[in-house]
């Protein structure tokens, strides 16, 4: 226990490699096969360009603070933000919050997509508990780093925005999400409220 204590703050001082999220992609993540037509082959933006901009608006040497992607069906979004997740978990660590609309959504997500590109990426494999511990580290809904732990919750609970401070939150499936905040006004307050929380977590970062 405290020599783990003492590897993750010695990984921590270790420099990272000055990369931005598409360069990342493009060196690091390697696509599932039960995900994408070229799965077991690395992320390439020849086939979504546009995901380049997208991508780099999110490293950590860009000043944007917020960046919204407007899109159509099937056109690599969830993508974007896996590759963005695994940057952070890599280049940027620090606590993280992804929300989809339902559990399930994040289930499918965690196992068909962030668990195959944790496996197939050796630079995140060392930086991620391994899935056999006990103790809760590495599980559908979590998943703890080197510097950082990146949370995955359904939008249909209450309880996923609670008590997490966090410093990147990335929401997928935007109009889902805020549909089942809507649901949930009668219990816990207004759909603002979740919205202002979700940024309140990150205002404690700022
Ligand atoms: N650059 C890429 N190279 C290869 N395959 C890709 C790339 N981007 C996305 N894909 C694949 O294309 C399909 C659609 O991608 P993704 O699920 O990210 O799109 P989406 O916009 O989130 O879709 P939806 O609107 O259904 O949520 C998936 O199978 C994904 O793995
Ligand atoms: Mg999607």
């Known amino acids: ?21 598409s360069e990342w992609a493009e060196k690091y993540r390697y696509l599932s ?18 995901a380049r901009k997208i991508m780099d608006s999110l490293s950590s040497y860009s000043s944007y603070q917020e960046v919204i992607f407007c899109k ?19 280049i940027s660590p620090a606590p993280t919050l992804m929300l989809m609309p339902t559990d399930g959504t994040v289930e499918r997500n965690s196992k068909i997509r962030i668990d195959p590109m944790i496996d197939h990426c050796a630079e995140l494999k060392k930086r991620i508990s391994p899935k056999r511990s006990r103790d809760g580290e590495n599980t559908i809904n979590q998943k703890k780093f080197s510097g950082g732990v990146l949370y995955m919750g359904g939008a249909n609970s209450a309880a ?21 905040w809507r649901k949930l006004e009668h219990v816990c307050g207004r759909t ?10 990150l205002m404690d970062f700022l």
């Open 192 to 201: 603002e409220k979740y919205i202002m929380s979700a940024h309140q977590r």
């Open 160 to 180: 996923v925005l609670k008590s997490i401070p966090v410093r990147f939150v990335m929401l997928d499936e935007v109009r889902e999400v805020l549909t089942h």
């Open 33 to 50: 096969s039960e995900a994408s037509f070229l799965g077991g082959s690395l992320y390439t933006c020849d086939v979504t360009p546009y």
């Open 72 to 90: 159509s069906s099937q056109t690599g979004g969830t993508e974007i933000g896996n590759n963005w997740l695994g940057y952070i978990m890599h």
């Open 1 to 21: 226990m405290k020599f783990d204590a003492i590897k993750d703050v010695l990984e921590g001082m270790r420099p990272t490699e000055i990369i931005t999220v």
